[in-house]
């Protein structure tokens, strides 16, 4: 009797398996399962619609603010929701000249940046400390600071009203800065003492070695470390102050003082026919609050998810 040869039988020879049966089965070669879609992409790319949607929904207020604003009263009554053919800037210099909000707005802008930076300055230097010192005097320090977060703002208004009247600080754009920078600092501690605790004890070690002293190695090598956390609190405080309108509307009596939220107040009971010009004071009031989330963004995202992956 010969010998079968490996592979056939006595019918012929034996089928082998390939590409082709491979994809009629299902399963890739050299893989006993069969294929299966992942299920990832879909997710995504629903949640990459929802986000969209949810921005176009978010940017379609402030495009209607802006293109009515580049109308004029007459078509704005006509064709309410219709787009500038022609853009009018008449109403900008109305409400900028006419409806002094020019006042207001640089009323606004130096309370809240001199707010800012103050606040942020005193807070890099106590969360430095707070964070490289482990003694039982800075933890009862820290609970302190912690606790401003938990103090209701508005019953603070009446001891803070006396207490500015005494010192002569109501209805001066002082006495705002010095109430914003306070309640701003409890928050940007805790924030950045959470960042400065992240980073090595052997960078300070290796800056001392080489000549560097306590400021020298706060303002070379830490800060830059802490950019992101910077960025953080000063969006994070910058937003809220320049939208108050509680402290200002108790402390402030003149109008020369008033910031944009108060301003607003007088402006649309003196506008409330001339939507025009009431659009074009909205856009000058939202523009820099949108420059600065363009500028700040990326430092906003790498401060937020910082240490996520530790």
């Not at 921005?55 to 603010?65: G, H, R, S, T």
């Not at 004071?281 to 523009?287: F, Y």
């Amino acid at each position: 009797m010969s010998a079968v040869p490996t592979g056939q039988n006595a019918a012929g020879p034996l089928p082998v398996a390939g590409p082709a049966l491979a994809r009629t089965s299902g399963q890739l070669p050299g893989s006993g399962a069969p294929r299966r879609r992942r299920p990832g992409g879909i997710r995504a790319a629903l949640t990459s619609s929802v986000l969209w949607l949810y921005a176009a929904i978010a940017v379609l207020p402030l495009l209607v603010m802006v293109a009515n604003s580049l109308r004029t009263n007459q078509e704005l009554a006509t064709e309410p929701l219709g787009l500038p053919v022609r853009p009018d800037f008449t109403s900008y210099q109305r409400a900028w000249i006419e409806a002094s909000f020019s006042t207001y707005f640089f009323n606004s802008v130096m309370v809240t940046t001199i707010s800012v930076v103050l606040a942020t300055m005193v807070s890099l230097l106590a969360a430095y400390a707070l964070a490289r010192s482990q003694t039982r005097l800075m933890g009862v320090i820290e609970a302190v600071f912690a606790s401003g977060l938990m103090m209701p703002v508005f019953l603070m208004i009446v001891p803070i009203f006396y207490l500015f009247d005494a010192l002569n600080l109501v209805s001066s754009r002082l006495g705002l800065i010095l109430i914003y920078s306070a309640l701003s600092i409890p928050f940007s501690v805790f924030v950045l003492t959470t960042f400065f605790r992240q980073l090595p004890g052997e960078l300070e070690e290796a800056a001392r070695l080489d000549g560097a002293g306590p400021l020298r190695m706060f303002w070379s090598v830490m800060m830059p470390l802490v950019r992101p956390a910077i960025a953080t609190v000063v969006v994070f405080r910058f937003v809220p102050i320049w939208n108050d309108f509680f402290y200002p509307l108790i402390l402030i009596r003149n109008r020369e003082n008033y910031t944009i939220p108060v301003g607003l107040t007088t402006f649309f009971g003196e506008y409330q026919t001339n939507w025009s010009t009431l659009f074009a004071g909205l856009v000058i009031a939202t523009v820099p609050l949108i420059v600065l989330f363009l500028i700040a963004t990326k430092q906003i995202i790498s401060g937020l998810t910082s240490g996520m992956g530790k």
